[in-house]
């Protein structure tokens, strides 16, 4: 495992937008890699190895990095096994070896305004993840102090993909839904840097396209496809942009583990590899039935 890299927050560099425009043109992909490391699931090989988080992460992100337009490390994977100084290394492996390759970092933070700056430096500065998700629930003071990093994603919890997001977001608030409230202040009043996006459930097509129609062209990360059973074509057709673009669908288990049973680690890497290309060209093939023309080209995707 390599040290991780010092925090770059004084250096120049290109916004996590445009960086996922990039990608998603260059690898013709919407497909987001989602890094949930859960050791009772990794290959023999790497049983009893301190660095296994950091490992298997490693051989599945160098299997994909050419088939996603973003990988999303989720942090209770890593904290939970006190992995943190992995997490840490992962990215910068990220960064170092597929550079140009945008890394959210799945947190789901949410806080009173001097506390979000603290999660705010643990996202940007320790771990130099390039967007971060957070819980929008504690308002837009809760949400300003990630956005003092103009360069970087502020990804906000809109309509999620568990059939419980329904308590609460699908509440009425004067006339609306909350997870609609959500998405128009993210695109009307909250975005005045350009650097939000929002989660929307591949589960819930009817309202990945609410939220398209409330919001432009903003980013949709897109979780729910694979181990959740969400429809890859209802998801394509409802989020995409004019352009065919402007989503990131996350499939997490489904890749890393589609290797299951296999003993060593190149084995995992092999079939995630297959299971992610299979992803990104089922993403594709809906772009293109949609007759919405050729894959993303620019900014706004
Ligand atoms: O913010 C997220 O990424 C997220 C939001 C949501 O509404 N639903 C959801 O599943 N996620 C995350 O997306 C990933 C889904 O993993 P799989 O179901 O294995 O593809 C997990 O890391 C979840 O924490």
Known sequence: MTTPLAPDHAAPRRTFIEQLSTAW?????????????????FPAELAGRPDAIFEFCKGIVDATADLACAFKPQIAYFAAHRAEEQLEALIAHIHTRHPGTPVILDAKRGD????????????????????????????????EPYLAWPERGVILLCRTSNAGGSDLQFLDVGGERLFER????????????????????????????????????????????????????????AGQTAVGGGLMINSSRAILYAGKGRASLAEYAAAARTAAQATRDAINQFRQLCGQGAPATGASA
Do not use: H, K
């Not at 700056?117 to 819980?135: C, G, H, K, L, S």
């Open 112 to 143: 009173i305004g001097s506390t979000a700056e603290q999660y705010a430096i643990e996202a940007f500065e320790r771990f130099a993840a390039d967007a971060v998700t957070v819980n929008p629930y504690m308002g837009r003071d809760s949400v």
């Open 182 to 237: 959500v998405a128009r202040l993210a695109a009307e009043q909250w975005n005045s840097t350009g650097q939000l996006a929002l989660v929307v459930g591949a589960t819930f097509p009817a309202e990945i396209a609410r939220v398209r129609t409330l919001v432009g062209d903003m980013p949709l990360l897109v979780p729910g496809i694979g181990a959740q059973g969400g429809d890859i074509e209802a998801t394509v057709l």
């Open 25 to 41: 043109a260059t690898r013709d992909s919407l497909l987001c890699v989602g890094l949930d490391p859960d050791p009772a699931r």
